[in-house]
């Protein structure tokens, strides 16, 4: 089926009219129900497709940083980075299903985020694999005052002579489901399963897919964003808990291979890896796939057709994989030739 605005006004519409009878979840997690990997780990609750969950997410330093002037290593337990919310147990899901997740809202659920600097993380520092002589860049903290009215994150400089603003623009850093076989991933992760992909579009009014892959896929949710440029450079963004509000669907029988994202105007595909160009590639044959499906083209149509109209971005590489978004705006579709 091929996915135009008029289809998407058209679901939103009869969503909306559905809305009473969804079910709904409402869950603050405790800090001990807290999660740090995808996979490995039991649900916290049973899910019917069609559930909308309504909830929150402690920021990617596990509520450790509170103030100015405290380092993550110094106040933060090792290895619970990206705390997640959930995993959730979509009844009836099953591997070669796909979960379709529908964001409705995310807002800032403090006043302050955090962005930081670690040793031997970032994409202009050194690591064990890019091995340099000089020291690392030090350890560094950034609190953000979170400005409602002006919808703006600001800050000051180090040495306080300076300030700027960064506009709002809130997003899940992580949001996926269970690696097969039993794996256990650590969420700074991101992967086909989605993870810690560290992606601008997992945002409020885009919808997510994920293809599934154990039985009732087991989704979880965290790493709240509250801004992000390109790359991720520094090693985190505008860092903050968020409000969350979604709704779980459920596609029996269709795979997703790698996480894609849909909105009126666009299809976008996710992919991760190292190096960089196999993150791409990933990217851009996934979106070729889709395409394909979306319009009967066959494969090296669809690889001219995206090779002219494809937006690509380089959504993080800091990651132990490096992630790209690939879009493509669905009114340049190909559309049928007309009988003459």
Same mark, same amino acid.
């Given at each position: 089926?091929?996915?135009?605005?008029?289809t998407?006004?058209?679901?939103?519409?009869?969503?909306?009219?559905?809305?009473?009878?969804?079910?709904?979840?409402?869950?603050?997690?405790?800090?001990?129900?807290?999660?740090?990997?995808?996979?490995?780990?039991?649900?916290?609750?049973?899910?019917?497709?069609?559930?909308?969950?309504v909830?929150?997410?402690?920021?990617?330093y596990?509520?450790?940083v509170?103030?100015p002037?405290?380092?993550?290593?110094?106040?933060?337990?090792?290895?619970?980075?990206?705390?997640?919310t959930?995993?959730?147990? $979509?009844?009836?899901?099953?591997?070669?299903?796909?979960?379709v997740?529908?964001?409705?809202?995310?807002e800032?659920?403090r006043? *302050?985020?955090?962005?930081?600097?670690?040793?031997?993380?970032?994409?202009?520092?050194?690591?064990?694999?890019?091995?340099i002589?000089?020291?690392?860049?030090? &350890?560094?903290?950034?609190?953000?005052?979170?400005d409602r009215?002006?919808?703006?994150?600001?800050?000051k @400089?180090?040495?306080?002579?300076?300030?700027? &603003?960064?506009?709002l @623009?809130p997003?899940?850093?992580?949001?996926?489901?269970?690696p097969?076989?039993?794996?256990?991933?650590?969420?700074?992760?991101?992967?086909n399963?989605?993870?810690?992909?560290?992606?601008?579009?997992?945002?409020?009014?885009?919808?997510?897919?994920?293809?599934?892959?154990?039985?009732?896929?087991?989704? @979880?949710?965290?790493?709240?964003? *509250?801004?992000?440029?390109?790359?991720?450079?520094?090693?985190t963004?505008?860092e903050?808990?968020?409000? $969350? &509000?979604?709704?779980?669907?459920?596609?029996?029988?269709?795979?997703?291979?790698w996480?894609?994202?849909?909105?009126?105007?666009?299809?976008m595909?996710?992919?991760?890896?190292?190096?960089?160009?196999?993150?791409?590639?990933?990217?851009?044959?996934?979106?070729?796939?889709?395409?394909?499906?979306?319009?009967?083209?066959g494969?090296l149509?669809?690889?001219?057709?995206?090779?002219?109209?494809?937006?690509? @971005? $380089?959504?993080?590489?800091v990651?132990?994989?490096?992630?790209?978004l690939?879009?493509?705006?669905k009114?340049?579709?190909p559309? &049928?030739?007309?009988?003459?």
């Open positions: 089926m091929r996915w135009t605005a008029g998407i006004g058209l679901l939103c519409a009869a969503a909306a009219a559905a809305a009473a009878e969804r079910p709904i979840l409402r869950y603050v997690p405790k800090h001990e129900e807290l999660k740090y990997t995808f996979g490995g780990v039991a649900p916290t609750h049973r899910i019917a497709p069609g559930t909308r969950i909830s929150w997410t402690e920021d990617c596990d509520g450790a509170t103030k002037g405290q380092l993550p290593s110094q106040v933060q337990a090792p290895g619970h980075d990206n705390p997640q959930g995993p959730f147990y $979509v009844e009836g899901a099953e591997p070669g299903d796909t979960l997740i529908h964001i409705e809202k995310l800032p659920a006043a *302050y985020g955090i962005s930081s600097l670690f040793p031997g993380f970032g994409a202009l520092n050194g690591t064990d694999r890019t091995a002589l000089q020291p690392d860049l030090p &350890e560094t903290v950034w609190f953000y005052e979170i009215a002006k919808n703006v994150a600001r800050t @400089s180090t040495d306080g002579k300076r300030s700027w &603003e960064v506009p @623009s997003f899940l850093g992580c949001l996926g489901v269970s097969p076989h039993g794996e256990a991933r650590s969420t700074i992760v991101p992967d399963y989605g993870g810690n992909m560290d992606c601008p579009e997992v945002r409020a009014g885009n919808t997510v897919y994920l293809g599934v892959r154990v039985p009732g896929a087991l989704l @979880s949710f965290g790493d709240g964003h *509250y801004a992000q440029g390109d790359g991720e450079i520094i090693g963004a505008i903050g808990a968020m409000n $969350v &509000e979604l709704t779980v669907g459920l596609i029996k029988g269709r795979e997703t291979p996480p894609r994202i849909e909105n009126a105007d666009w299809m595909s996710v992919g991760a890896a190292r190096p960089l160009e196999d993150s791409a590639r990933v990217a851009f044959k996934d979106m070729v796939q889709w395409v394909m499906e979306q319009t009967g083209l494969t149509d669809a690889y001219q057709f995206v090779s002219q109209n494809a937006v690509a @971005s $380089v959504v993080e590489i990651d132990p994989l490096y992630t790209v690939v879009k493509v705006p009114s340049r579709l559309a &049928e030739v007309a009988p003459r």
